[in-house]
């Protein structure tokens, strides 16, 4: 079955640190690829999105994300965080023959001042 | 452009009640989902509508869930009975199709609470 994984469930980082959040799916083929974050209080946004080109994808806030086929991996990178970046961050998959999104578990990101 | 919508955003019931939940998507939006999210976990879809059809509902757990979609607008999510393990965040869902290629926008969710 077709599987998303996110390594950490919960990152705490100080303001200015740097942030890589891992994401791997299951399966090959062609694939859609989505990064989502829910800031407290508030529904799920979406971060940025990989369809096709560019494997090196900006987002929002200085959010980006990079996808290394060969890894099956879309791995989401800030280089200096902030605050107001404390979220929970979910990975999603789309594609693989199945045609509906898959999430990962999600990711709590704690930043402190 | 107002987003997807939804009601009622916290509901508390005991189990063997019914509950329903409303969304409006956005507008001119022609596919709908509802996803279930427990707590710890990513959002898990139940049901994805085209217009009025159902497209996926693999994942609906039909002997107490159901979903109607009727004029292809608004939709309706209906748990009947509930059971404790029903607790969970319910989030609705819009997208307008594009080859597969489509960015889901998601509503504020609705909290349920099964005592």
């Known amino acids: 079955a077709q599987s998303v994984s996110q390594h950490n469930h919960h990152v705490i980082l100080s303001e200015a640190a740097s942030l890589e959040l891992g994401c791997n799916y299951s399966y090959g083929g062609t694939v859609n690829l989505f990064w989502y974050v829910q800031y407290p209080g508030q529904h799920l946004q979406l971060l940025l999105k990989y369809f096709s080109g560019d494997p090196l994808v900006k987002g929002i806030k200085g959010f980006e994300a990079e996808f290394i086929k060969s890894k099956f991996s879309f791995n989401l990178r800030k280089p200096s965080v902030q605050w107001s970046d404390t979220a929970e961050y979910f990975c999603?998959?789309?594609?693989?023959?199945?045609?509906?999104?898959?999430f990962g578990a999600g990711t709590r990101l704690a930043v402190h001042p | 452009e107002a987003g997807v919508a939804q009601s009622p955003r916290y509901k508390i019931i005991e189990k063997r009640q019914s509950v329903a939940f409303w969304c409006n998507p956005i507008s001119g939006h022609a596919t709908l989902y509802w996803y279930q999210q427990i707590l710890g976990q990513g959002p898990k879809l139940l049901i994805q509508f085209q217009n009025n059809g159902v497209v996926d509902d693999s994942q609906l757990p039909k002997d107490r869930f159901s979903a109607e979609r009727l004029k292809g607008v608004d939709s309706t999510l209906k748990i009947q009975p509930a059971k404790l393990e029903d607790s969970a965040v319910y989030l609705c869902?819009?997208?307008?199709?594009?080859?597969?290629?489509?960015?889901?926008?998601f509503g504020p969710g609705t909290r349920l609470l099964v005592l």
């Open positions: 999603a998959v789309k594609g693989g023959g199945y045609n509906k999104l898959i």
């Open positions: 869902a819009s997208s307008s199709p594009g080859e597969g290629q489509e960015t889901q926008y």
